[in-house]
Nanobody
Framework: VQLQASGGGWVPPGESLTLSCAAS????????IGWYRQAPGKSREMVAV???????VYNDSVKGRFTISRDNDKNTAFLQMNRLKPEDTATYYC?????????????WGQGTQVTVSS
């Protein structure tokens, strides 16, 4: 099982980025997917989570600016980030949780760096 996160980079404030999390060996369909971030010197925090039933929760700091989604055909999760702010600078990680009979499977992607700076 592998989660390959991509799409990070450097952008000036106010711009947009789209992060992707391509899954292999497991399906995003029927899974809870999440995006988390960790800034230097800070603990990892939840950015957005989509449950297996497509309920969505956002961190208050990104509501109205970020959108989490999944494409089951591409087996990929996305995080559309608009109106980026310097405080959004962090390493972003995708997470997948799938409940199977008798177990809960949890996986993390490797992280992709997002830097928002003028």
């Amino acid at each position: 099982v592998q989660l390959q996160a991509s799409g990070g980079g450097w952008v000036p404030p106010g711009e947009s980025l789209t992060l992707s999390c391509a899954a292999s060996g497991i399906t995003v369909s029927g899974s809870a997917i999440g995006w988390y971030r960790q800034a230097p010197g800070k603990s990892r925090e939840m950015v957005a989570v989509m449950t297996s039933g497509d309920d969505i929760v956002y961190n208050d700091s990104v509501k109205g600016r970020f959108t989490i989604s999944r494409d089951n055909d591409k087996n990929t999760a996305f995080l559309q980030m608009n109106r980026l702010k310097p405080e959004d600078t962090a390493t972003y990680y995708c997470n997948l949780v799938k409940v199977v009979p008798g177990s809960v499977l949890k996986y993390w992607g490797q992280g992709t760096q997002v830097t928002v700076s003028s």
